[in-house]
């Protein structure tokens, strides 16, 4: 296991792991090794299994959905635990704000240049979406990615992706609790703003 994946949890016991790109793991579904049911995603060429699902989590994914839909803009959907596709990564945010695709996404994935906002619903997996999945998202430069911290009740939100450097990272976290307002940016314009307490649990 490699130092940068020390939170993931990787699929498989054995010592030389091996690495799959974005195309190999296409290919594996397409010739059915791996199903809708396999539970797993792609991260920086790993197979990870991903976290169970509890009702918090859960509840707190369609709490957002549905403040998202509020103050969402013309041109833009959002996607739920939908895949994205990055250089060496799919990984299944929890929420994805997205740029309209007119075929609907029916033949591909999201790709980093349409992606506005990735939110993790963090409980059990804090630790991971903070460094892993942060880390991902910032070298895919995406503008913002939003931590939904359950145990500390607040709102992480990171912006100023470094994009491809040797220790990709996002530049700015900023935390909002109770009584604080969340501003929804998108393509670098404010579009809505949520009180926090409606959007956490």
């Not at 635990?81 to 799919?90: G, Y």
């Given at each position: 296991?490699?130092?940068q994946?020390?939170?993931?949890?990787?699929?498989?016991?054995?010592?030389?792991?091996?690495?799959?790109?974005?195309?190999?793991?296409?290919?594996?579904?397409?010739?059915?090794?791996?199903?809708?049911?396999?539970?797993?995603?792609?991260?920086?060429?790993?197979?990870i299994?991903?976290?169970?699902?509890?009702?918090?989590?859960?509840?707190?994914?369609?709490?957002?959905?549905?403040?998202?839909?509020?103050?969402?803009p013309?041109?833009?959907?959002v996607?739920?635990?939908?895949?994205?596709?990055?250089?060496?990564s799919?990984?299944?945010?929890?929420l994805?704000?997205?740029?309209?695709?007119?075929?609907?996404?029916?033949?591909?994935?999201?790709?980093?240049?349409?992606?506005?906002?990735?939110?993790?619903v963090?409980?059990?997996?804090?630790?991971?979406?903070?460094a892993?999945?942060?880390?991902?998202?910032?070298?895919?430069?995406?503008?913002?990615y939003?931590?939904?911290?359950?145990?500390?009740?607040?709102?992480?939100?990171?912006?100023?992706?470094?994009?491809?450097?040797a220790?990709?990272?996002?530049?700015?976290?900023?935390?909002?609790?109770?009584?604080?307002?969340?501003?929804?940016?998108?393509a670098?314009?404010s579009?809505?703003?949520?009180?926090?307490?409606?959007?956490?649990?």
């Amino acid at each position: 296991m490699t130092p940068q994946a020390a939170h993931l949890p990787l699929l498989g016991t054995i010592a030389g792991f091996r690495r799959f790109t974005v195309p190999e793991y296409h290919r594996l579904t397409e010739i059915g090794i791996l199903t809708e049911n396999d539970n797993v995603e792609l991260i920086e060429g790993y197979l990870i299994l991903k976290m169970a699902r509890n009702p918090p989590h859960d509840g707190t994914i369609h709490r957002i959905l549905k403040q998202l839909l509020k103050g969402l803009p013309p041109g833009w959907d959002v996607r739920v635990q939908s895949a994205i596709t990055l250089t060496d990564s799919e990984p299944e945010p929890d929420l994805a704000v997205v740029r309209e695709d007119p075929d609907g996404y029916l033949t591909r994935h999201p790709n980093a240049i349409d992606v506005g906002l990735v939110i993790e619903v963090a409980d059990s997996t804090l630790a991971g979406d903070r460094a892993d999945k942060g880390r991902i998202y910032a070298r895919a430069g995406i503008p913002c990615y939003w931590i939904v911290n359950l145990p500390d009740q607040q709102i992480e939100v990171y912006t100023l992706p470094s994009g491809p450097t040797a220790l990709p990272a996002y530049g700015q976290r900023q935390d909002f609790q109770a009584g604080a307002v969340v501003s929804l940016t998108l393509a670098g314009q404010s579009v809505a703003g949520f009180p926090v307490q409606h959007l956490l649990p």
